[in-house]
């Protein structure tokens, strides 16, 4: 009975065990693509609303990014400790890269530029238009070879050890008020020193040498700065507008180790003088220094010489300062003119200029050779080559004349090239196709005058089809990723423009001008180069005039080539004088 019993519960078991495995199967097969289809539906929402989180997520950071820059100011005093340096490096980095690779495409660098400088040609002679002033005579000399001395006293406290400065100046170790030789971010290297033969006190402030010093010339964003002008111990004017944010915080920084010396040395000699006098970022900064001198009752007479000076301030204190700031600039130097405002000016003119013709050679001569590689190799594989070695080579020549006619073609279908600020020259819309860049690398085949295989046509055709769109789609992506434009990043004032800097004081420009109105080659080769001295207007500093030579000129030792030649070309007596004397 217990073994039946056992047998009936087993059966039992074993027949639901069926039933139910059945009734299961029977409900996946039904349900099968109604599973598959909520499945499906929910990962995709499940993605979708992932993506939306993660673009949520990304547009309120970088709102908040954005909020954070535009509500937080730069920093106009030097920082206190290590923490705050980094952060103003960083910040300084971030800011740097936004104004220029964050701006500027690839080709617009390596190309755009380049182009655009041929075409725009030598552009000196602008600064001897009609409002500039020629400087002439023995007055204009003796001020140049005072200004000579300065800027060597200035390149041997900058390149050289303090002591061979000191040697050099003719100073002694109580002729030295301050120094400090070693830079920090925004906190530049200058000294201040007692000049007997002059009666005055010079201080010189060291350009952008080390990382730390070029990392404030860098800190180019611009803050509020004003000049108090003070006549008679009581406050005439106050000129407001915007400079240089790293120049105003290292001139602050020195100016509170400055005065309290320079106001006792004062005192102590009353016929002395104070003389600021820098090259490239020391000069911006020395001129913002001197500006805040000048509102100290005891200092009010300080007086400034910058060589190359940054443009560090807007027109209005620049123009204040015509008084008691020199700038002196040597012929194509770029530094004088270069700034946020200047720099999108000439971006605008670098891409509305046609640019990518010169483009399209380049691709060509870099590619040319690994085309041909490709062709020989193909070719190789399919010609039967007589015995003739000459046979083998391919007639570069002829491959040459080829790609230069399709470079040459105009293109139909035309992409025109963004402006995104009007400029007072005439512009010419710019046209890149894709057949274009196509034509850079597409050379017919049939044209080789190799000898013809014997193989099926229908196949030849299709892989010299194959070989050319493989041609076409890496132009097409070279050309592309060179002209492909940055992302606008954002500044740290988004929504305000950049102001236009330009260089401070009375502009002594030294222009090199051509010697004839011919061109400037002829068969005897260049044309000899005549040197003048001009009082030069200020508004001609609000654009960049771009030449091959434009940062070898800025340096210091072709300052003093430069005005060395002018003091040799510059009588040492007046006309009138010498007739006098005869």
């Known amino acids: 009975m217990g073994a039946a019993g056992m047998a009936t519960a087993a059966g039992t078991a074993v027949l639901v065990y069926l039933v139910l495995s059945g009734r299961l199967c029977g409900d996946a097969a039904a349900g099968d693509g109604r599973e598959d289809r909520l499945i499906s539906s929910a990962v995709s929402a499940a993605a979708e609303a992932r993506r939306r989180r993660r673009e949520e997520a990304r547009e309120r950071w970088r709102r908040r990014r954005e909020q954070a820059r535009a509500g937080r100011p730069w920093p106009e005093r030097a920082p206190d400790g290590w923490g705050a340096a980094a952060a103003v490096a960083a910040r300084t980095v971030r800011f740097t890269w936004a104004e220029t690779l964050g701006k500027w495409a690839l080709g617009e660098l390596a190309f755009g530029i380049k182009y655009y400088m041929r075409q725009q040609g030598n552009l000196q002679h602008e600064y001897a238009g009609s409002d500039s002033v020629l400087l002439d005579g023995p007055e204009v000399r003796q001020e140049l070879i005072a200004l000579l001395g300065y800027l060597k006293l200035c390149m041997y406290f900058s390149k050289k050890p303090y ?20 830079a920090r971010l925004l906190k530049p290297a200058f000294t201040v020193v007692r000049d007997r033969s002059s009666k005055c006190f010079l201080l010189f402030i060291r350009g952008a040498i080390s990382v730390k010093e070029r ?19 009581r406050v005439s004017n106050v000129v407001l507008g915007y400079a240089h944010c790293g120049m105003v915080a290292a001139a602050r920084w020195i100016a509170k180790r400055a005065i309290p010396c320079l106001s006792k040395a004062m005192e102590q000699s009353s016929d002395y003088e104070v003389k600021i006098i820098g090259h490239s970022m020391g000069a911006g900064i020395a001129t913002i220094l001197t500006y805040i001198l000048r509102e100290n009752e005891k200092l009010s007479s300080s007086t400034c010489i910058a060589f190359g000076p940054a443009a560090c301030m807007t027109w209005d204190l620049a123009e204040s300062g015509k008084d008691f700031v020199t700038t002196i600039v040597n012929r194509n130097d770029l530094v004088p003119s270069l700034g946020i405002a200047s720099a999108a000016k000439l971006r605008t003119e670098v891409m509305a200029s046609s640019w990518a013709h010169d483009l399209r050679k380049q691709i060509q001569q870099t590619r040319f050779l690994g085309f041909v590689n490709r062709s020989v190799s193909f070719i190789r594989s399919h010609v039967p080559f007589v015995s003739d070695p000459r046979s083998k080579v391919v007639d570069v020549d002829m491959l040459q004349s080829q790609t230069s006619e399709a470079g040459s073609k105009p293109s139909a279908d035309t992409h025109a090239v963004d402006m995104e600020n009007q400029t007072d020259t005439d512009v010419k819309t710019v046209k890149v196709t894709e057949e274009a860049a196509a034509e850079v690398v597409t050379v017919d085949l049939g044209e080789l005058n190799l000898q013809e295989s014997g193989e099926d046509d229908a196949d030849r055709e299709e892989k010299e089809s194959a070989l050319k769109e493989t041609d076409k789609e890496e132009a097409m992506e070279l050309l592309g990723t060179l002209t492909d434009e940055k992302q606008e990043l954002s500044p740290s004032t988004p929504a305000q423009e950049p102001h236009q800097l330009y260089p401070p004081g009375r502009i002594l420009h030294m222009v090199g001008l051509q010697a004839t109105e011919e061109a ?16 030069t207007p200020r508004h001609l500093y609000s654009k960049i005039r771009l030449a091959r030579s434009m940062i070898g000129e800025h340096y210091m030792p072709k300052y003093i080539k430069t005005m060395e030649q002018l003091i040799e070309k510059l009588p040492e007596e007046d006309i009138d004088d010498q007739l006098d004397s005869l």
């Open 163 to 182: 002591n061979v400065f000191l040697e050099f100046g003719g100073y002694e170790q109580n002729d030295v008020l301050i120094k400090k030789s070693k």
């Open 215 to 233: 990392l404030t010339a860098a800190t180019g964003a611009e803050v509020p700065f004003h000049h108090v002008v003070v006549q008679e111990g």
């Open 520 to 535: 400037t080659t002829s068969e005897q080769g260049a044309q000899e180069e005549v040197l003048a001295l001009y009082e």
